[in-house]
């Protein structure tokens, strides 16, 4: 991913939320799109702020989000993210155990979920790497659901070309 979009029907609150909270700096603006970027060099730093006065709640569907990840290496940097969040008045869950990697979540003022999530412990916490994706792999609570998720879930042929 190069960025993504977040259409705003204000962009001002989001964009200090980016610039003081998360580390994003403003790099441009045209018309009433501003973009900015993540202190990294890795894939996917650019956020741009589309702002449309008039756009209403979004809804899922081809094209849209359920929520913007971003990434910590530990839950020591995740823990300091969450402090720095808390004290500019936003309001973040619990820190939620996905398994392979622990989350955070808070809303901007924009409407749009965020989540925080760390690299560790990783996917290849419970198998080896060269094994990934090999094996279907579900959260303890829905190991309860295992046979009827695996009877839905259609296989992945890979062709040579």
């Known amino acids: 991913f190069h960025s993504t ?3 705003v029907a204000e962009a001002e609150q989001t ?6 909270r998360m580390g994003y700096q403003f790099v441009g603006q ?6 900015y970027k993540g202190a990294s060099d890795d894939i996917g730093l650019y956020i741009d702020l589309l702002e449309q006065s008039n756009v209403g709640r979004g809804s899922l569907g081809a094209g849209s989000g359920h929520h913007i990840a971003f990434r910590t290496v ?6 300091e993210y969450k402090s720095l969040l808390h004290k500019g008045g936003y ?7 996905r398994q392979y990697f622990h989350s ?12 925080i999530a760390t690299d560790a412990p990783g996917f290849a916490y419970d198998e080896a790497v060269e094994e990934l994706g090999t094996h279907l792999k579900l959260p303890n609570w829905l190991e ?3 046979r009827q ?3 839905s879930v259609v296989p992945v042929v890979l062709k040579a070309v």
């Open 15 to 20: 964009a200090q939320l980016l610039t003081t």
């Open 5 to 7: 979009t977040l259409w």
């Open 104 to 115: 955070i979540y808070f809303r901007a003022p924009s409407g749009v979920l965020f989540e």
């Open 144 to 146: 309860p659901r295992r």
């Open 149 to 151: 998720i695996e009877q």
């Open 91 to 97: 309001g973040v869950s619990p820190v939620m155990d």
């Open 74 to 79: 530990d839950d020591s940097e995740q823990a």
């Open 30 to 35: 045209e018309g009433n799109r501003s973009r």
